[in-house]
């Protein structure tokens, strides 16, 4: 008799945007996407303009370009920051949240620090004050694109965050391993069984790959039903 695969104690909490798919989720989705997208853009068009203007790579003076300055050394910052947020929003999901609030971080750093670095050797970014008022901008941008969906005291009840938060809540109380009781409770059981050997033998389909995902960190009979059902 084919058993069930072995499941890891702990994983990453389950029910979140990469596995729900719900109407916010896909919202949440949707504007992580975009708005990684659309800084990536901003951030390769001032790269590849700094690159044709020809800028000395090094030097702390810079040149103009759309309105700040740059040098080639910023330029290739700009296209590799490009191409970080650019592969987040192909991820999807919790990546391209988690890329944007870092990149976010890391402008608003960015931009204190060469508020203290103007007009000195330090300054290897060449930045003017200019800089340092986009950066802060670009900065606060992504941090509230990033954070999106994730921050708030009343988040919707299909809102994936919030159900990442009832999870973890949930695994922190011993749920008791009752045993299926009503008939319900026991298709329940076998669905669960069949989509599981499905997923040993490589055979599930996607939905049935998903729960199976979804209920990685369940440690209990009781635990496992009730992310089954919450998923349909």
Same mark, same amino acid.
């Given at each position: 008799?084919t058993?069930?695969?072995?499941? $890891?104690t702990?994983?990453?909490p389950?029910?979140?945007e990469?596995?729900?798919?719900? $109407? ?24 590849? @303009?700094?690159?044709i203007? *020809? ?6 003076d810079? *040149?103009q &370009? ?5 040098? *080639?050394l910023?330029?290739?910052?700009? %296209? %590799?920051? !490009? !191409?970080?947020l ?5 991820k /999807?999901?919790r ?6 609030? /870092?990149?976010?971080?890391a ?7 060469? @508020? ?15 800089? &340092? ?12 694109l *990033?954070?999106?969906g994730?921050? =708030?005291?009343n988040?919707?009840d299909d ?5 990442? %938060? ?7 109380e011993?749920?008791?391993? @009752?045993?299926?009781?009503?008939? +319900? +409770?026991?298709? &329940?059981? &076998?669905?669960?069984?069949e989509?599981?050997?499905?997923? !040993?033998?490589h055979?599930a389909t996607?939905?049935?790959?998903a729960?199976?995902e !979804? ?7 009781? /635990?496992?039903?009730?992310?089954w059902?919450?998923? =349909?």
């Amino acid at each position: 008799m084919t058993t069930a695969p072995t499941r $890891p104690t702990r994983t990453p909490p389950r029910l979140h945007e990469d596995v729900a798919e719900t $109407p916010t989720a896909r919202r949440v989705k949707t504007v992580h996407r975009i708005g990684a997208y659309t800084v990536a853009a901003v951030l390769a068009v001032f790269g590849v @303009l700094g690159f044709i203007g *020809g800028l000395d790579y090094f030097s702390t003076d810079g *040149g103009q &370009v759309a309105g700040l300055s740059s040098n *080639g050394l910023l330029s290739t910052i700009s %296209l %590799l920051t !490009a !191409a970080v947020l650019v592969a987040g929003a192909v991820k /999807g999901g919790r990546v391209a949240g988690i890329v944007m609030t /870092g990149v976010g971080t890391a402008f608003l750093l960015s931009a204190f620090w060469h @508020l203290f670095v103007l007009n000195t050797q330090l300054n290897v970014l060449a930045f003017q004050m200019s800089n &340092v008022i986009f950066s802060i901008v670009v900065g606060l941008l992504l941090l509230t694109l *990033g954070l999106y969906g994730r921050v =708030s005291g009343n988040l919707p009840d299909d809102n994936p965050y919030r159900a990442n %938060l009832v999870t973890r809540a949930q695994d922190d109380e011993e749920e008791p391993d @009752l045993p299926a009781r009503t008939p +319900e +409770e026991r298709r &329940v059981e &076998v669905a669960i069984r069949e989509a599981e050997i499905a997923v !040993a033998e490589h055979r599930a389909t996607p939905e049935q790959a998903a729960r199976v995902e !979804a209920m990685r960190s369940e440690r209990t009979k009781a /635990g496992r039903r009730r992310v089954w059902v919450q998923y =349909s």
